[in-house]
């Protein structure tokens, strides 16, 4: 079984930081792309930033010069470190990873359950 777990959620206030942590554990041969995703009620999920399994990445808008992703290939761990927080940063933050399993042909979707950030103004 292969799982991603998040840690580092919670309440902080306008223009403080948080460090959410993702780890991903189990039968694990590769991990190919990992990510943050993010998302309020009645919205959709979207997309926070990405990081390749070479070290390349992306970022939506709204996070860039605020937010940076990063990944230890050695642990299976992606990370994304949020400075200078916005109260509109305020969502439920989920890690997505691309994995292919020991004993599977090719790689498939992971999520974690999701950590709560809270921003205040």
């Known amino acids: 079984q292969v799982q991603l777990v998040e840690s580092g959620g919670g309440l902080v206030q306008a223009g403080g930081s948080l460090r959410l942590s993702c780890a991903a554990s189990?039968?694990?041969?590769?991990?190919?792309?990992m990510g943050w995703y993010r998302q309020v009620p009645g919205k959709q999920r979207e997309l926070v930033a990405g990081?390749?399994?070479?070290?390349?990445?992306q970022y939506t808008d709204s996070v860039k010069g605020r937010f940076t992703i990063s990944r230890d290939n050695a642990k299976n761990m992606v990370y994304l470190q949020m400075n200078s927080l916005k109260p509109e940063d305020t969502a439920v933050y989920y890690c997505?990873?691309?994995?292919?399993?020991?004993?599977?042909?090719?790689?498939?979707?992971?999520w974690g359950q999701g950590t709560q950030v809270t921003v205040s103004s």
């Open positions: 990081i390749t399994s070479r070290g390349r990445t």
């Open positions: 997505n990873a691309q994995i292919l399993g020991n004993y599977d042909s090719e790689y498939a979707v992971y």
């Open positions: 189990g039968r694990i041969f590769s991990i190919d792309g």
